[in-house]
């Protein structure tokens, strides 16, 4: 019997096992992997888990043994950044931030349209303004991207942009007075 879930009710249930519990089978889109933590919630269009009973081992085998969770995702193949690295670190490259000036934090919600171009959804977090501004004007003149395809065709989809610079340097914990 299969049973299909919300994908907040499967996200948590993930979360909450302990961690020395083995992990079900992830097929995401058809292809096996051996974790989903990268991919953002977003993209997520549906999710379905199997329980580990005979007759889903014998349909996937012995990794099915913990069960199955089928990921189906917004697009066939995800959108591909051209650059040799991460988005994120292309990003930080291109910022000047100096050693001397303090650490700061940027965490934007981007889009890839199906024209392969980001753009800026929402500002998640922002601890320095300059810093800010930087970022969004390396956002608008980063090279295009291979944007998501879904049956064929380039579709949207979504990203998190996180910078924390100087890199290397924790950011400093929040000093907090209590008056008694």
Known sequence: MK???????ALLLGA?????????LYLVN???????DSIPPDEIEHVETLPADEETIARYGEKAANGVMIIT??????????????????IA???RWDDDEPVARVVLRYTIGPDGRAVVDETLESTESRLK???LKAVEEAPLWRPAQKNGKAVASEGVLRIQLPEGRPMPRRVELIYR
């Open 133 to 135: 501004r930087r970022v």
């Open 3 to 9: 049973r299909r879930l919300p994908l907040l009710a």
């Open 93 to 95: 490259r291109q910022v």
């Open 16 to 24: 909450l096992l302990p961690a020395t519990a083995q992990q079900p």
């Open 30 to 36: 058809g292809v096996e992997r051996s974790d989903i």
């Open 73 to 90: 995702l917004r697009y066939d193949e995800p959108a591909f950044f051209s650059d040799t690295t991460s988005f994120d670190r292309y």
